[in-house]
């Protein structure tokens, strides 16, 4: 069994996936770092040389390929997973998914104004990408997390409820 981490830039997906593959002894396996160690670039980079659209198959191809027949990993896809179904079915298939949903103003807050490689409309806000996003995040979710309640309580809930799957902690 395997655990996939999805939800919006800033979530905690990279922080709280290194926090629960050190607790539970899975591997992580970060798909922006995949990416980024395969490209030799950054995901900003990726993304201004790429484009939105080869970028999120590019994405989707590293998160299938790196998860692929491996089991006991801590999956942290980048928030733009959703948007490619294949990717999505893979890891559903593969692992149970937890979205760790956080409040707009605490994701803005998180993320400033650092490029983070965020596939995002040059006409769209921060505000307009959570708002596309939330719904799919809940479509393909096994299981909503409130995602700033601490990294603690979070990584707590998910071994719980991997443990009834007979994950222990």
Same mark, same amino acid.
């Given at each position: 069994?395997?655990?996939?981490? +999805?939800?919006?830039?800033?979530?905690?997906?990279?922080?709280?996936?290194?926090?629960?593959? #050190?607790?539970?002894?899975?591997?992580? =396996?970060? =798909?922006? &770092?995949? /990416?980024?160690?395969?490209?030799?670039?950054?995901?900003?980079q990726?993304?201004? &040389?790429?484009?939105?659209?080869?970028? $999120?198959?590019?994405?989707?191809?590293?998160? @299938?390929k790196?998860?692929?027949?491996?089991?006991?990993?801590? @999956?942290?896809?980048?928030?733009?997973? +959703?948007?490619?179904?294949?990717?999505?079915?893979? $890891?559903?298939? +593969?692992?149970? +998914?937890?979205?760790?949903? =956080?409040?707009?103003?605490?994701? #803005?807050?998180?993320?400033?104004?650092?490029?983070?490689?965020?596939? /995002? *409309?040059?006409? %769209?806000?921060?505000?307009?990408?959570?708002? #596309?996003?939330?719904?799919?995040?809940?479509?393909?979710?096994d299981?909503?997390?409130?995602?700033?309640?601490?990294?603690?309580?979070? @990584? %707590?809930?998910?071994?719980? &409820?991997?443990?009834?799957?007979?994950? *222990?902690?």
């Amino acid at each position: 069994m395997n655990i996939t981490l +999805i939800g919006m830039p800033g979530s905690g997906k990279s922080f709280i996936g290194r926090k629960l593959a #050190e607790r539970s002894g899975f591997s992580l =396996v970060d =798909v922006d &770092k995949v /990416i980024e160690k395969e490209a030799g670039l950054s995901l900003q980079q990726l993304v201004e &040389k790429m484009g939105s659209e080869e970028f $999120l198959d590019c994405e989707a191809e590293a998160a @299938i390929k790196s998860t692929e027949n491996r089991d006991n990993l801590v @999956i942290s896809p980048g928030g733009s997973i +959703i948007y490619r179904a294949r990717a999505m079915a893979h $890891l559903k298939n +593969i692992s149970k +998914i937890f979205y760790l949903k =956080v409040p707009l103003e605490t994701l #803005e807050a998180r993320i400033g104004s650092v490029p983070r490689g965020i596939v /995002i *409309a040059e006409n %769209k806000t921060l505000a307009d990408l959570h708002d #596309e996003r939330v719904p799919l995040y809940e479509k393909y979710a096994d299981y909503i997390l409130k995602g700033d309640t601490g990294p603690e309580s979070i @990584i %707590k809930h998910i071994l719980s &409820k991997v443990s009834e799957k007979g994950i *222990a902690e």
